[in-house]
């Protein structure tokens, strides 16, 4: 991340909010003009996704095995920064009593378009064991030629199916809900790093379905409005979240909150 960052250090420094478009006249090309807020948010994309490579290359002469969920927090010209690519969570904890969440808890149901699409364009990847589409239940041989409640890539609602052969054949890329989500019956989570050698039933590799691409949020610590001296910034994995709710966690972080002089 700091590297990332340091190759953008001029415009940071410069103070500039906006990176001003260069026109080619000839061609009747203009560049877009770019926000120093993008390319913070370019550089710690690029960091997440350049560890990833980095641990897919070193894991031959270290023996590097499993993988991690990765949260990162930066504070840079008066906004806050958080990167996310796992179920952890972040929140801010607002003086005002309000909870800002500047994170997505990412598991096979919230990231379910995403890996259905990866599995749309790429149907090789899952093999003749698992099927693209997630189904309102299990489907059985009874329900044949029946039509049942499904969703798919381009879909963020239900829609009816008429059940057929291969869909009681195939076992759903993503099944389960909440905590007990399951991508291809094997792992509850869909973003992190490493990996590369998780395999699910039928000896499939997890990984092109497990990206390490974070989520950024922005928060303005400018903004005399939303923001006060006295918010706190909670980050924690599921390991907390999975007993506490957001709002929970607001007495909890009271007890230890320092006085504000």
């Known amino acids: 991340v700091v590297t990332n960052l340091n ?9 500039d909010k906006m990176i001003e478009p260069e026109e080619d006249l000839c061609l009747g090309y203009s560049s877009p003009k770019i926000k120093v807020e993008d390319l913070i948010r370019g550089a710690l994309e690029e960091a997440f996704m350049g560890m990833d490579e ?10 590097i095995k499993g993988g991690c969920t990765a949260m990162a927090a930066v ?5 806050l920064y958080v990167a996310n690519a796992g179920d952890a969570r972040s929140i801010i904890v607002r003086s005002d009593g309000n909870i800002q969440e500047m994170s997505t808890d990412f598991n ?8 259905q699409a990866v599995a749309y364009y790429h149907p090789k990847l899952l093999g003749d064991f698992f099927g693209r589409l997630q189904f309102q239940r299990r489907v059985r041989r009874k329900d044949v030629g029946k039509q049942i409640l499904y969703r798919d890539k381009h879909m963020t609602g239900w829609a009816l ?3 057929d052969e291969d869909d009681i054949r195939k ?6 809900e909440g905590k007990r989500a399951r991508l291809l019956s094997t792992i509850g989570t869909t973003r ?3 990996d590369f050698d998780l395999e699910a039933p039928g000896g499939l590799r997890i990984k092109p379905f497990l990206t390490a691409m974070p989520e950024v949020r922005v928060y303005d610590l400018s903004d005399e409005n939303a923001h006060s001296e006295d918010d706190v910034l909670v980050m924690a994995s599921d390991g907390l979240w999975e007993r506490v709710t957001n709002e929970e966690v607001m007495p909890i972080e009271g007890k230890y909150r320092l006085p504000s002089n």
């Open 171 to 176: 076992v759903p890329m993503v099944t389960g």
């Open 75 to 79: 504070f840079i010209e008066r906004k």
């Open 161 to 163: 199916k008429l059940v």
């Open 54 to 63: 980095q641990m897919r290359a070193d894991r031959l002469d270290y023996s």
């Open 108 to 115: 096979p149901e919230t990231d379910r378009q995403r890996v």
């Open 192 to 194: 992190g790093f490493g």
């Open 7 to 15: 190759g953008i250090r001029n415009s940071l420094a410069d103070g």
